[in-house]
């Protein structure tokens, strides 16, 4: 399976955990001119900014690794144009990393990592 089909699987199915953990999806694949953000979801009064990383193996690293400093300033700078386009300035946020396991015999794996990194 090549990358992107196995990252459109692993963002479909991020949604769905999410959603199954009380989670509610508002948007998925956000573009701004400063970049995207992969699910942007809330649950009560934080708001989260989801990245999502699938890998079919730990291989090459764990999933998260590869959200290094470069993409996540862009993923900060595009939720902080999303805040300012909703006018969502009255909540918490968060920036998460959602790792997923798919190897090619099993089923998938989930972690989820809260405030995986800050705004500063």
């Known amino acids: 399976m090549n990358n992107k089909i196995l990252g459109n699987k692993g963002e479909q199915a991020a949604a769905q955990y999410l959603e199954n953990h009380g989670y509610f999806i508002r948007e998925r694949n956000y573009r701004a001119r400063t970049g995207e953000i992969d699910i942007i979801a809330s649950k009560g009064d934080t708001i989260s900014f989801v990245e999502v990383k699938t890998r079919g193996s730990v ?3 764990a999933p ?3 959200v ?3 993409k996540q300033q862009k993923i900060i700078r595009t939720a902080q144009m999303y805040i300012r ?6 909540y918490f946020y968060r920036f998460d990393v959602l790792e997923i396991l798919a190897p090619k015999s099993g089923s998938m794996s989930f972690r989820l990592i809260e405030n995986a990194f800050e705004a500063v």
Do not use: R
């Open 59 to 61: 291989k090459y690293g």
């Open 64 to 66: 998260a690794e590869a």
């Open 68 to 70: 290094n400093y470069f």
């Open 85 to 90: 386009y909703k006018g969502l300035n009255d």
